[in-house]
């Protein structure tokens, strides 16, 4: 017998959602976690006695409870999880900026359809066609790669509109630069603005320890601090995982949660891992700023997506980041979100990897300190300066990204190539999270659910 | 099991499933999907649920025969009259 009937590799979000389904009917599971703490992409750390959260910004997939085939009510039933007693938390709204114009959206459809007859006063039929089209749409039926930007472009003939448009979408969950695959953006337009952003009433801690808390009441074990060294393969099957303190420990199946790339590595399966890595990655900085000041700069808004040029591309940049586009949060901006005397403002901007790569050790800090103030002087354009306002900041990079994710590139949203249904070339090794497809906390999550419904359970 | 029983158990696990599930106006021959709002995802729950409980194998090509509380009850007397 095997030591474990369920090794999943990973302690993130699809991992730990993962363990809670195969730990609730009776599978023997054990995570393993390389860092130590869980959350992998979404996760939290401390200085100076704060606690800053990496990646969430917010959660997508806003449902109020009565709606029960939402993803994010379907989701607490597989987990076993009270939807009740989720306290949730809606943003008060979020604005596309572009030099020409400005889109409003919150979690009511209309704020957005409302917003585009004003904008773009001729193209507000198509749009509320569109919104249809994507409300009926089953972006789970397997269909080929089709281009989300020929599709808009059919559908609205408004160049700067489908742009605007484009623009959460994709850098809330894009793996691919330029364009996108029709199904993804399907989800994506549902999961932002049909459902809408939230948070849970408290930090990812908190919403991190109620997972750790049910897989552990289901019997799941997990370990911290044990990185695996390599997938052990025999006669087409894996048999186990052996960890980088050379210990082996045997499974009837594996679920790897670390990306395809990573996977292909550890699993030695004759693939060029390369071929996989993604290309978007990011650059972030918090920064801790007096709560009028953030009240001010905030204007009542949650999430702003901002490009300074019409003609903006969604991909890498040439230079360590671009600071001509990204994505401004303030966290705090949630309805009955208690306002703590310093507020967050975060800020996300593409990054190059490569470039990050290139930087000698000894100048990191400064080329670091470098985009820290490009970004902050292009966000003073959007939102006001800020700059005298910041009592604490910290950023971090691809690198830092790599590091602690496992994201070969630092790539955030996985590789261009998604596995849907989980499958490699091993019978009972199965790909789950972010390169399986579902991308955000709600997807990733309904992603380990699925693996394990599909394959695991059956 | 009694039939009556086999009727309890299963709502029992719908109701572990569902936290706001309402039973009140159920109508037992018709589909309880559509009458509980439940999907795909649910209905495996009340498989893997029997599963654990009662090491009883439902082959996926009869999920159908549970689609209404009735044929749940006829499919499962047979299944658990020695529990």
């Known amino acids: 017998m095997a030591d474990y009937q369920l090794v999943i590799i990973g302690g993130g979000l699809s991992g730990l959602a993962a363990g809670i389904r195969a730990a609730r009917f009776g599978l023997s599971t054990l995570i393993l976690e390389q860092h130590s703490l869980p959350g992998g992409l979404n996760s939290y750390y401390h200085r100076q006695g704060h606690l800053l959260e990496t990646g969430l910004h917010a959660m997508t997939n806003f449902a109020p409870v009565r709606d029960k085939r939402a993803p994010l009510n379907r989701l607490f039933r597989q987990l076993k999880l009270s939807r009740k007693r989720f306290v949730t938390r809606e943003q008060f709204g979020s604005q596309i900026i572009f030099p020409q114009a400005a889109l409003d959206f919150g979690n009511d459809p209309d704020v ?34 089709r281009s989300a930007c020929a599709f808009l472009h059919e559908r609205l003939d408004c160049p700067l509109l489908e742009k605007m448009l484009l623009l959460p979408l994709m850098v809330y969950g894009n793996a691919e630069e330029r364009d996108m695959d029709l199904a993804q953006f399907a989800i994506m337009f549902r999961a932002l603005f049909l459902e809408g952003f939230f948070r849970p009433e ?45 210990t082996h420990i045997s499974a009837d199946q594996v679920v790897s949660t670390v990306g395809l790339p990573a996977t292909v590595r550890l699993a030695a399966w004759s693939a060029d891992p390369a071929r996989y890595v993604g290309q978007m990655s990011f650059m972030e900085t918090i920064s801790l700023l007096p709560e009028a000041a953030a009240r001010r700069l905030s ?20 230079g360590l980041i671009d600071p001509s586009w990204g994505v401004v949060c303030f966290p705090e ?6 306002r703590p005397e310093l507020c967050q403002l975060r800020v996300t901007n593409a990054a ?20 820290v103030e490009q970004s902050r002087q292009a966000v003073s354009k959007i939102v006001g300066n800020y700059g005298g306002d ?54 990733s999550m309904l992603s380990g659910v699925t693996i394990v419904n599909q394959h695991i359970l059956r | 099991m009694t039939r009556d029983e086999i009727k309890d158990l299963i709502l029992e696990i719908i109701e572990d499933i569902d936290e706001d599930a309402e039973f009140d106006e159920l109508d037992h021959d018709a589909p309880l999907r559509d009458q ?46 020695d529990v």
């Open chain 1, 390 to 443: 910041i009592v604490y900041q910290d950023s971090f990079t691809p690198l830092t990204i790599e590091r602690y994710t496992a994201k070969d590139g630092g790539a955030v949203y996985g590789s261009p190539t998604k596995i849907r249904d989980g499958r490699t070339p091993f019978d009972n090794l199965y790909i789950a999270g972010t390169d399986q497809g579902f991308l955000g906390i709600v997807g």
């Open chain 1, 352 to 371: 190059s990897y490569e470039r990050w790569h290139r930087v000698a050790h000894t100048d990191y800090s400064q080329a670091k300190e470098d985009c």
């Open chain 1, 333 to 338: 901006n949630f309805h009955g979100i208690a």
């Open chain 1, 112 to 145: 957005l359809i409302e917003s585009v007859r004003k904008a773009f006063p001729g193209y507000e039929k198509a749009f509320i066609r569109l919104v249809r089209e994507m409300e009926e749409f089953d972006p789970f039926s397997p269909t080929p790669w």
């Open chain 1, 202 to 246: 408290k930090t990812i801690r908190e919403f991190l320890n109620l997972l750790l808390d049910q897989y552990r009441a289901f019997g799941g074990e997990l370990r911290f601090r044990t990185p695996v060294d390599n997938i052990t393969v025999k006669d087409g099957r894996a048999v186990g995982v052996r960890l980088k303190d050379g």
């Open chain 2, 36 to 81: 509980l709002d439940l999907d795909s995802m649910d209905f495996l729950d009340i498989v893997m649920e029997l599963r654990k409980r009662y090491k009883l194998q439902i082959p996926e090509e009869e999920y159908p025969e549970l689609a209404t509380l009735t044929s749940c009850v006829n499919y499962l007397e047979p299944k658990l009259k």
């Open chain 1, 299 to 318: 204007q009542d808004r949650t999430i702003l997506f901002y490009a300074m040029d019409e003609n903006w591309e969604y991909g890498r940049p040439d």
